[in-house]
C-alpha cells in the first residue's frame, strides 16, 4: 500500500481507465512508499490493506502470496527460493498451460488470514501452483497484446453464441498472460449445452477455451456504474463477496415493496438492504409486536406505524384504516399490555398527565374573522363593472334605417336601450298607421 505523510494509507479508488496502464509498469515498481500509485490501481473490493507493514517484524516472510488478474479473479502462489518480491511486482506464475501474469497484491503473514478466510485447507498446500519469475518486458508486451485482444473477442463470441442459437450472454474474455489461453464468463438462466460452441470458438479464435458461468451480480460488479445514490456500485468498488437478501430486510425497516426501488442495476434486491437491517432488528427488540392491540375504557388499538428509533408506536382505533390516530411511547404500550393481562383497561392510551395537557391545547381558529362568502363578493364586483361597460356603449344613437332587411336588433342590456329600441319602433309603425287611419277617416 502506499504510505502518506501522516503515516496512515492512502486508499484511492481505482479508475477504470487505468486498467489499460497495468501491463507498462516494470517489475522493478515497488508499492510501499512509491510514488507510482500501483497499488491504487487495484480493484478497491480485491484489495487488503497491510495493515502490518508498518509495525516492526509484521512483514516477516512468507513463502506463499497472493497475486491478483483481471477483474476479481485471484490466487496464491508459492515463491521460490532466494526470490524476494514486494507489492506491486508483476510476476509470471504457473498455468494450465503455460504461464499467467499477475500482480502480487498481498505478502508476509497476512498471507495466512486470507487463506484461511477463502477457505483453503492444509492438505491442499502441496497443490499450491509457484512463481516462475518477475515480468520481463518481453512478458508484459504479450501481455498487452493479449488484453488488447478481448473486446473483439467477446463480441464475435457473442455472434457465434446467437447464431448457435444457444440461450446465453458473453458478459466478458480474459486472456492469459501467454495468449494460449481465454476464459470466457457467461450468464444464463437455465442450463446450456455449450460443447457445439466451444469447437468454434477454439476453431476461430486457436487458443484453449475455458467456460465460466456468473451470477448477475458478478456481472454488475464487473461492468460498474452508478447506483440510485449516487455513489459508484458497492459490487464493484469495496465489496468482495454477495450475501443472499431477501425481502424481508425490506419489511424489518418499513420499506415500501416496490420491486422497482428495491431492485438494483443487476435486476436482483439490492445488497444495500443488508447494510442496516441488524439495527433495526436490534432496535425491534424493545419494541411491542405489531399484532398485539390494546384495550382501554374508549376503544381498541391497533399498530399503524412504528418509529424503531425514537421508540414511538402510532395507533389507530379502526384496523383498516387511519382514525384517530394516537401516538405513545414503547413504555407506555408495554404499560398497557401488562395492564390487559391483569384484566385492567386504562382510561385511555395516553397517561393522565398527557391527556390533561392535550385538553388543555388552545387552537386558534384562523377563519373566525373570515366571511363565508368573502370569494362571492369579488365575482359580484366583476359583474358590475362589466355591466358597467356593457351600459355605457349602449349609450350610442343608432340611427333608424328604412329597410327592414338590414335591420338588425340588439339584445336588451339596461333600460335606456330598451326605450331608444321602442321608440323607433313606434316611429315606423305610427307612420304607417296614421296613413292608414287617415283615409279610413276620408271615407
Known sequence: MEESPNGGVNDTPRQPDEAAKEGADTSTQKTAGCACGCCDRLRDNLRCTNWLAHIPGGGADYEIVEVHFKNTRKGFYRLPEGMKVEEGDMVAVEAQPGHDIGRVALTGDLVKIQMRR?????????????IFRKAKPQDLEKYEEAKARENDTMIRSRRIAESLGLNMKIGDVEYQGDGNKAI???????????????????????VRIEMKQIGARQEAARIGGIG????????????????SVSTA?????????NPQKLAGQCAKLKCCLNFEVDAYMECLKEMPEKNVRLETDDATWYVFKTDVFKKEITYSSDKQIAANLTVIDAVRAFEIIEMNKAGEKPRSLLRDEEADAKKGKQYNDILADSSLNRFDSKSRRKKN??????????????????AKAQETVQPEKGKEGGSQRSRNRNRRRGGHGNQGGGEKSEG
Do not use: H
Request: hydrophobic share 35%; proline share 5%.
Open 249 to 257: 430486510a425490506a419489511r424489518y425497516q418499513d420499506i415500501s415493496l
Open 228 to 243: 440510485p445514490c449516487g455513489r459508484p456500485l458497492c459490487c464493484a468498488t469495496w465489496m468482495s463477496n454477495f450475501v
Open 118 to 130: 477463502a477457505g483453503f485447507r492444509s492438505e491442499n498446500f502441496d497443490a499450491i501452483k509457484s
Open 385 to 402: 363593472k362589466s355591466g358597467k361597460k356593457n351600459k355605457g356603449n349602449q349609450e350610442t344613437p343608432q340611427q333608424p334605417q328604412e
Open 184 to 206: 470466457f464468463y457467461y450468464i444464463a438462466d437455465e442450463r446450456v449445452d455449450f460443447r457445439q460452441l466451444i469447437k468454434v470458438l477454439a476453431e476461430t479464435f486457436k
